[in-house]
């Protein structure tokens, strides 16, 4: 049984992951500062919350905390002293990271090199898991975009996550500190609650409200988080994952229409308007998975189509219409 520390352990990724290790018997320490970034005026906050830790909140440690306080990451590393450290705490999704800039790069910028300082000073860390995204790419130049593809981010958040990628990088050649970092890519599924295109796509279709696609042929490789959570927990204990950067998506990109006619398949009165692809966001696509698949033994169990009606029944079951 391992020790493991989740920051952002509250979140929808890191709540997925908890769970999976948890049902494999290790000790999760959860440790956010439980901040939202969604008006709680536009969503149901509580349920998302409650069903995140459902059946498992008293098998795990919760500590209320934030990565961006050098303070709060001693605290933490040196009152449970873990033997990994899986690092979500950012903000969820560049939209967001867009508007509050500041609060962005500090989420992820301060907080890795917070950790990464308290991990080399501490020590009795096996191996630090940094959590990037398929948005460092910026424009795809191919597909399926692997994991050596240039890195050229179009926005904050993309810009944040590479910085934050070097630094774990860094610290790793010059401290001797084990790492993996995960890009992941479009994730969705029950108890999403940052407005991520999924999501909103799937709640405007439940409560009759048009779905807005802007560049309807915008494809992306969208992922179940069991599947994202999965692959986490296989880049952990993997010896093959050393120091090793891997893409963990379905690695099959999907178009926004696309998406749209299989929610058409389960609530047949959409009201869809098109609009013009936004060249503030990057092009992008499929993302080569075959390193995750080699090394990991990663194999995505969803595809769109399943993931997508499990999600519905989850909104139609848990939240207000």
Same mark, same amino acid.
Do not use: C, W
């Given at each position: 049984m391992a020790k493991i520390l989740i920051t952002g352990g509250a979140g929808f990724i890191g709540s997925n992951i908890a769970r999976e290790l948890v049902e494999d018997g290790h000790e999760v320490i959860i440790f956010d500062p439980f901040i939202q970034y969604v008006s709680p005026f536009e969503t149901d906050l509580h349920v998302p919350l409650t069903k995140r830790f459902e059946g498992i909140v008293h098998k795990v440690i919760i500590e209320r905390g934030d990565a961006r306080y050098v303070r709060d990451v001693h605290r933490i590393l040196e009152k449970y002293k873990p033997e990994y450290v899986i690092h979500l705490a950012a903000m969820p999704i560049s939209t967001i990271s867009n508007v509050f800039i500041g609060e962005a790069i500090d989420c992820t910028?301060?907080? &890795?090199?917070? $950790? $990464? *300082?308290?991990?080399?000073?501490?020590?009795?860390?096996?191996?630090? +898991?940094? &959590?990037?995204?398929?948005?460092?790419?910026?424009?795809?130049?191919? &597909?399926?975009?692997?994991? *050596?593809?240039? %890195?050229?981010?179009?926005?904050?958040?993309?810009?944040?996550?590479?910085?934050?990628?070097?630094? &774990?990088?860094?610290?790793?050649?010059?401290?001797? +500190? *084990?790492?993996? +970092?995960?890009?992941?890519?479009? #994730?969705?599924?029950?108890?999403?609650?940052? %407005?991520? #295109?999924?999501? +909103?796509? #799937? *709640?405007?279709? $439940?409560?009759?409200?048009?779905?807005? $696609?802007?560049?309807?042929?915008?494809?992306?490789?969208?992922?179940? #988080?069991?599947d994202t959570a999965h692959g986490f927990v296989l880049a952990m204990f993997s010896e093959n994952a050393k120091n090793e950067v891997f893409n963990i998506t379905s690695g099959d990109a999907k178009s926004l229409r696309e998406l749209v006619a299989i929610i058409r398949e389960i609530i047949p009165d959409l009201k869809v308007i098109e609009k013009p692809f936004n060249s503030a966001m990057p092009e992008r696509g499929t993302l080569d998975i075959s390193k995750a698949k080699r090394l990991l033994g990663f194999e995505p169990k969803y595809n769109l189509k399943e993931g997508i009606k499990e999600y519905i029944e989850f909104l139609k079951q848990h939240h207000k219409q």
């Open positions: 910028m301060l907080s &890795t090199s917070h $950790l $990464l *300082e308290a991990i080399k000073d501490i020590g009795g860390v096996k191996r630090f +898991i940094y &959590t990037s995204s398929s948005m460092v790419y910026g424009d795809f130049k191919y &597909t399926p975009v692997d994991e *050596e593809h240039p %890195k050229n981010p179009k926005d904050l958040y993309g810009g944040a996550k590479l910085a934050g990628e070097i630094l &774990t990088q860094a610290y790793g050649r010059r401290f001797g +500190i *084990e790492y993996v +970092i995960i890009r992941p890519s479009a #994730v969705y599924g029950p108890t999403d609650m940052n %407005k991520r #295109v999924s999501q +909103i796509f #799937v *709640e405007n279709a $439940l409560k009759g409200k048009e779905l807005v $696609l802007e560049g309807p042929d915008t494809r992306l490789d969208f992922t179940n #988080v069991k």
